[in-house]
């Protein structure tokens, strides 16, 4: 009996130490958002490597991400927090680990945990989750002025704004959401203007306000001295005005499939693309010189049309798996959109993925075919993304891709 009492005081002692140990680490977690962090971090000051401080971002464009560099030992060991915020999975986590930072890599060195990141000439870093399963692009901070004002968005790299338009519709002024990223240095800048794609069958009208970048592409870019602008056209990310680039009859139905409906969808997404331009061109930080246009699925459509619209000044196209409609659209619609980029002869870079459920590399082959044409130089580069049926997700995973637009950035001639 007397055993049994000693075993029962024991394990009611073991879980108040429980019990007290779970109330401490509460107690000592602060949220920034969404994402947990120790209330005892501390970042390490300039020292001996370019990774000493704070980084925030996100990994693929959502994930809220925090990297603490708190220690860097003379042999590039240090001590890391890592926290991310909440997802499907749970309310967001942090922990602390062992990395190496080797010149400018930084690599988790214990636990097999597969993530490493690298700096950027922005002054950025860039992260690289189990190789292709995630990206992230981090800003440095101020860990004081973080914990100063937790509930402040910290994560977002690009700003974001309104441009005013000349652009009207049912008597009212139009503005239109970019978000825009800037390279080192205090400008003019050349502009890259980078054209977001559709919402997929169009059906569910509450993706039509989300905003979407590539901080990666933007971040590389501004590496090249591009001042990266990703604009909104009418009705998406929150800009002004009625979404309509080629709805059915009854809206509920998404995209219409009939080219008298789509072909002046895609007139008006262009209309909206040139009203954005237009204004970016004003501002004195943007060079007055050529400029380079990019886009993604009907984004890649709406660059080469305004590449065929304004010849003189744009001077090459990234083309990531461009298309208008699927296979369930007129058949004439692609083709016709890609002949739009005559007049312009300059280059155009176009990047697809295999397993494509919306263009297959044989239909896609035979748009750049009615392109090409027109004079339009032009190079494809046809990529095997890991899992199934994953081609069209071709922007997301930018270790497949990001060689080939440096090659490309060097080729166009544009002033330095």
Do not use: C
Request: proline share 6%.
């Amino acid at each position: 009996m007397w055993h049994l009492q000693n075993l029962k005081l024991a394990l009611q002692t073991m879980m108040l130490v429980f019990l007290l140990a779970g109330a401490a680490i509460a107690q000592e977690i602060v949220r920034i958002g969404n994402v947990p962090l120790p209330s005892d971090a501390i970042e390490a000051r300039e020292g001996p490597s370019g990774f000493a401080g704070t980084w925030v971002g996100q990994w693929d464009g959502w994930r809220n991400h925090i990297l603490i560099i708190e220690r860097v030992s003379e042999n590039g060991l240090s001590d890391v927090v890592y926290a991310v915020g909440s997802d499907l999975n749970g309310p967001g986590r942090w922990f602390r680990r062992k990395a190496k930072i080797q010149d400018d890599t930084l690599t988790f060195v214990d636990d097999g945990f597969p993530a490493s990141y690298q700096l950027s000439k922005t002054g950025r870093v860039r992260g690289v989750f189990d190789d292709y399963r995630g990206f992230a692009v981090l800003e440095r901070r101020n860990l004081s002025d973080i914990l100063a004002s937790p509930g402040k968005d910290w994560f977002s790299i690009g700003h974001r704004e309104y441009l005013y338009t000349d652009l009207v519709e049912n008597g009212q002024p139009i503005r239109l959401t970019v978000v825009t990223y800037a390279p080192k240095g205090v400008g003019p800048f050349p502009l890259a203007l980078i054209h977001h794609g559709s919402t997929g069958s169009g059906t569910r009208p509450s993706d039509f306000d989300r905003v979407w970048t590539s901080a990666w592409l933007a971040d590389l870019l501004n590496e090249h001295g591009w001042l990266v602008a990703f604009p909104y056209r009418r009705g998406r990310g929150m800009s002004d005005g009625l979404y309509d680039e080629g709805f059915a009859p009854n809206r509920a139905d998404g995209y219409s499939p009939e080219a008298a409906v789509s072909l002046p969808g895609a007139e008006r997404a262009l209309t909206d693309a040139n009203a954005a331009l237009a204004v970016l061109r004003l501002r004195p930080e943007v060079e007055q010189s050529k400029i380079l246009v990019g886009g993604v699925s009907r984004g890649g459509v709406v660059a080469i049309m305004q590449a065929g619209s304004r010849p003189d000044e744009v001077v090459g196209v990234i083309n990531f798996v461009g298309g208008w409609t699927g296979k369930k659209g007129d058949a004439s619609i692609n083709p016709t959109l890609f002949k739009r980029i005559s007049p312009f002869k300059g280059e155009v870079l176009s990047i697809y993925g295999e397993e494509d459920p919306y263009y297959s590399i044989e239909h896609s082959k035979s748009n750049l075919a009615e392109m090409e044409k027109q004079g339009a130089g032009s190079t494809l580069h046809v990529l095997k993304l890991p899992g199934y049926g994953n081609g069209h997700r071709v922007i997301t995973m930018p270790s497949f891709w990001e060689k080939e637009v440096e090659q490309f950035l060097r080729r166009i001639d544009r002033p330095e």
